[in-house]
């Protein structure tokens, strides 16, 4: 049994609902309702009797509740009293990163937050690939656009808006695309990895996809960012990674106004770690800080 669900069934029983528990604790419901149900499961026994208006409490619930109220906040008590020991946050942190972003935004970030926390020490890895957290020892890790479905907290720091671009010279042989369905004639250029890629636009107000085909993929975004400036095709991509390149000139837009609203980054890292002062400490700052780089 982790503290973890303990903490996540009080809460649950606090709220009387799986929603607004979830939001108490910044996680989704069906994240809720999978630990609570989890934690019937590890225990034998009926904790909740659930319905569509809420949740009752069954006699066995009523009673583990009260007894892990108490053990909840005996340890509450406990990291206090620790806490009180120690002046900030302290220790290593394994951190992975997408490689672009990390060296964009990460870099200038780490230099600020080591300088106010200096008994943090970071270990970071830069890698387009999604790293196993868990598996291979993560602290946290930096994700952006739609996260798979996990038992991995997801804290949002900010939005990133995508771009469609190429150069003029590409728009000079082939056009540019008049609306997403037109990308099925042209060359495009892939972030990530292997099968069969597609793009989301917003097409009469609604989400559509749109399977594109070209010449090259890559899991890094500085190399197709400079594939598309070399006249090799139209590229997807977050603005942080072209927006040099559109200033120069050395890509224009296309599809602006079929741009589906802005994606996010996140960090993202397992439950046993949510009560870490490092991690909350260095989430708080990213997300302070990323979002005034990102809106500028």
């Known amino acids: 049994m982790q503290l973890d669900d303990m903490r996540i069934f009080v809460a649950t029983v606090d709220a009387r609902n799986f929603t607004a528990a979830a939001h108490r604790l910044s ?3 069906q994240f809720v309702s999978r630990r609570v149900m989890a934690l019937e499961e590890t225990l034998g026994v009926q904790l909740l ?11 066995l619930g009523q009673e583990f509740y009260e007894r892990a109220t108490r053990i909840l906040g005996e340890v509450d008590d406990a990291e206090q009293a620790m806490s009180r020991q120690r002046a900030g946050p302290r220790g290593l942190l394994r951190v992975s990163a997408p490689m672009s972003f990390g060296m964009m935004h990460l870099s200038p970030l ?16 830069l890698s387009d690939r999604t790293v196993d957290v868990i598996g291979e020892g993560f602290d946290m890790a930096i994700r952006i656009g739609t996260l798979a479905d996990s038992t991995l907290i997801a804290q949002k720091l900010a939005d990133i808006r995508l771009v469609a ?8 042989r082939r056009g540019a695309p ?3 369905a037109d990308l099925a004639r042209h060359a495009c ?12 636009f917003e097409v009469g107000g609604a989400l559509k996809s749109v399977e594109v085909h070209g010449p090259l993929r890559a899991n890094n975004g500085d190399l197709i960012r400079d594939a598309a400036v070399a006249g090799l095709g139209i590229v997807r991509l977050p603005d942080f990674i072209v927006a040099d390149a559109l200033k120069s000139g050395l890509l224009v837009t296309v599809l602006d106004e079929f741009l589906p609203a ?11 770690r949510q009560s870490s002062p490092a991690i909350r400490t260095f ?7 990323l979002r005034q780089r990102l809106a500028a």
């Open 165 to 172: 671009c190429c150069s003029p010279g590409y728009v000079r």
């Open 27 to 29: 996680l989704s419901k």
């Open 49 to 59: 009797i659930r319905n569509t208006r809420k949740l009752a409490v069954t006699e």
């Open 262 to 272: 802005a994606t996010s980054v996140y960090a993202v890292y397992p439950q046993h």
């Open 283 to 289: 989430v708080e700052f990213l997300r302070e800080h």
């Open 110 to 125: 780490l230099a600020l937050f080591l300088r106010e926390h200096d008994e943090v020490r970071f270990d970071m890895e």
């Open 189 to 200: 250029l892939f972030y990530g990895h292997g099968g069969a890629v597609s793009w989301e």
């Open 178 to 180: 008049a609306v997403p």
